[in-house]
T-cell receptor
Framework: DTEVTQTPKHLVMGMTNKKSLKCEQHMGHRAMYWYKQKAKKPPELMFVYSYEKLSINESVPSRFSPECPNSSLLNLHLHALQPEDSALYLC???????????FGQGTRLTVV | SQQGEEDPQALSIQEGENATMNCSYKTSINNLQWYRQNSGRGLVHLILIRSNEREKHSGRLRVTLDTSKKSSSLLITASRAADTASYFCATGGGGAQKLVFGQGTRLTINP
């Protein structure tokens, strides 16, 4: 299994809603990432988890709250988002010894 | 923060032609990777070249790396319509390190 699975594929939420994005991999990867991508732009790193611990936070606003409950799962909790947070949110994972990252298909988030 | 620039930003060619994309980066690297992204979907790893390598091939892909100029190029030979996608170079990554992407080249292959 070389897949990273993200759910949901699409999400529309109001600015007062609370929602969560989920990411799952069963490749034994111990590094997991959240990226945000706006249209026609490259992915921008948000968070990195290493062995279930948050190792990098790229000064992301607190309305985004990551969680890594176990080695296979990564969540991104969303609260009080702004319309400018609308984007494609990508999850990725990588093996501790190798550089290649495996990406999920993303969640297309629209904040209304 | 983004690592560097890619050019061209957009490239449109006829099927069967070769496509060349360039990437420049700013800091010293251990390796450089290329990824492909089909419209609005996830990224797929294409190829990795290490800092002590100058050229690498994988199928119809050829990557070069010039560390003295801090630049890399990706050549896709005999292009196909299915190659239509955005292509990104990336540096870093591995061991839970940052993987930082260039601005990307949007490649369109016309049938």
């Amino acid at each position: 299994d070389t897949e990273v699975t993200q759910t949901p594929k699409h999400l529309v939420m109001g600015m007062t809603n609370k929602k969560s994005l989920k990411c799952e991999q069963h490749m034994g990867h111990r590094a997991m990432y959240w990226y945000k991508q706006k249209a026609k732009k490259p992915p921008e790193l948000m968070f990195v988890y290493s062995y279930e611990k948050l190792s990098i936070n790229e000064s992301v606003p607190s309305r985004f709250s990551p969680e890594c409950p176990n080695s296979s799962l990564l969540n991104l909790h969303l609260h009080a988002l702004q319309p400018e947070d609308s984007a494609l949110y990508l999850c990725a994972s990588s093996h501790p010894r190798y550089t290649e990252a495996f990406f999920g298909q993303g969640t297309r988030l629209t904040v209304v | 923060s983004q690592q560097g620039e890619e050019d061209p930003q957009a490239l449109s060619i006829q099927e069967g032609e070769n496509a060349t994309m360039n990437c420049s980066y700013k800091t010293s690297i251990n390796n450089l990777q290329w990824y492909r992204q089909n419209s609005g979907r996830g990224l797929v790893h294409l190829i990795l070249i290490r800092s002590n390598e100058r050229e690498k091939h994988s199928g119809r892909l050829r990557v070069t790396l010039d560390t003295s100029k801090k630049s890399s190029s990706l050549l896709i030979t005999a292009s196909r319509a299915a190659d239509t996608a955005s292509y990104f170079c990336a540096t870093g990554g591995g061991g839970a390190q940052k993987l930082v992407f260039g601005q990307g080249t949007r490649l369109t292959i016309n049938p």
